[in-house]
């Protein structure tokens, strides 16, 4: 059974069973990635399971993104609100302070919907809580 490729052509399947790629058109450097949870890495689900649905796709896809935003740009943002803060006018800094303020608060935010995602079980679930791992070590 295959789910239809939501993230690119309607018409080509996005995912078509265990170990098969989800194609990504038109994401710079996202070209392929692979669900995990649903391929041959990790643990995968046992073949009576029930595929992905593209909701979990979405979620599970979404969550890897912020869990990579989170463990590259978690310590610039970290160490940009806990700076005192400068002398003079540095026009850079309070631009990056107010990106970084916005950061925060929205970061705050997905950690509230964290829980959530925890209670459903399967491959979110995981990166639900490898999420909100990584955000108790930058917020």
């Known amino acids: 059974m295959a789910v239809g490729g939501f993230l690119g052509n309607p018409s080509q399947p996005a995912w078509d ?28 689900p046992s073949r009576n399971a029930p595929p992905p649905t ?17 463990r590259i740009f ?8 806990s700076a005192s ?3 003079g006018v540095d026009i850079q800094a309070e631009q990056r302070l107010e990106r970084c303020n916005l950061c925060f608060i ?18 979110v679930a995981k990166l639900a809580q490898e999420l909100n791992l990584a955000l108790l070590e930058v917020l």
Request: aromatic fraction near 6%; include cysteine.
């Open 74 to 81: 978690g310590s610039v943002i970290h160490s940009t609100l």
């Open 85 to 87: 803060s400068s002398v």
């Open 17 to 44: 069973g265990f170990g098969e790629e989800l194609s990504r058109e038109g994401f710079g450097n996202f070209s392929k990635t692979r669900i995990k949870g649903y391929g041959s890495e990790g643990c995968a």
């Open 106 to 123: 929205e970061l705050e935010k997905i950690k509230h919907c964290l829980p959530a995602l925890t209670r459903r079980g399967g491959s």
């Open 54 to 70: 593209p909701c979990e796709l979405h979620l599970g896809i979404s969550l890897e993104m912020l869990l990579k935003l989170v």
